[in-house]
């Protein structure tokens, strides 16, 4: 790593740390003196920098810790009334829209993109993956979600309209994660660090809001994995197109797992 990188990991570590602070711990304060920390020590070592085209440490960190914000604004409990969705709606939503809106039109710069597309098609080993996603999916997903109670995590889907709300949910959610984890904070980080480091400490953030979500017990070991895998599918496809196709696979199982677990019989597609 550069010296520049080595300077701007101690700032950026304490950005991301404020996430396991918010919301895993629920240490609201922990997380607004790790957020200040972070950028108020990102703008010490910045002072009097000469190079003003370079990107901003401190800039990016600041993007990074207003979408934290945003998203903890909420309690990220899995519910399913109309309320709860608009909440989720507006929170999530502006996590993702204030930082880009900042980033393109006060910095004026374009750190945060969403390339759908790429124009190359999908090659055998991106379709492999999507099917191995799926058979992964349905081997893992059951065991976790009902042997560790986690599915009482969310709500109890026992109404066609209950059913019809987590799939949406779940989906959204899904999509939501990939534009926030992966275009924002990862593509922010990625200006200052190694892809292998900016992926790291992206996946901590992503683990952290996967927690408070309701991925807990023993889910870390399965949702850590997960985050590192998009950022580096990401980095090797450039196109968020295919990672949400991914996300939305996971969640296709995770959404039938959920139905399953609490109606047992209703889906009876798995080994659990």
Known sequence: MTRAAWLALGPAALVCAAAPAFFVLGWTWVGWVLLAAGVGLAALIERGRIAAEEPSLTRDLALIGLGMLIVHSIPLAAELDNLAMLRFTLALGGAVLVPYLISRFVFRDRAISFPWRTGRRWGRLQWGWLVAVLALGWLI????????????????????????????????????????????????????????????????????????????????????????????????THSLGYVVTVHLLFDAVVFAVLVHAHNPGLLPIFLI
């Open 141 to 236: 997903l059951p065991f976790y979600f009902i042997t560790s109670g986690a599915y009482l995590n969310w709500p109890v889907v026992d109404t066609p309209d209950l059913i019809v709300r987590l799939f949406i949910g779940v989906g959204a959610v899904g999509i939501w994660d990939e534009l926030f984890f992966i275009c924002t904070v990862f593509a922010l980080l990625r200006r200052h660090f190694p892809a292998a480091l900016a992926n790291v400490l992206q996946a901590v953030v992503f683990v952290s809001f996967l927690w408070e979500l309701g991925y807990r017990e023993w889910g870390p070991l399965l949702t850590l994995p997960f985050a590192l895998l998009q950022g580096f599918i990401f980095l090797r």
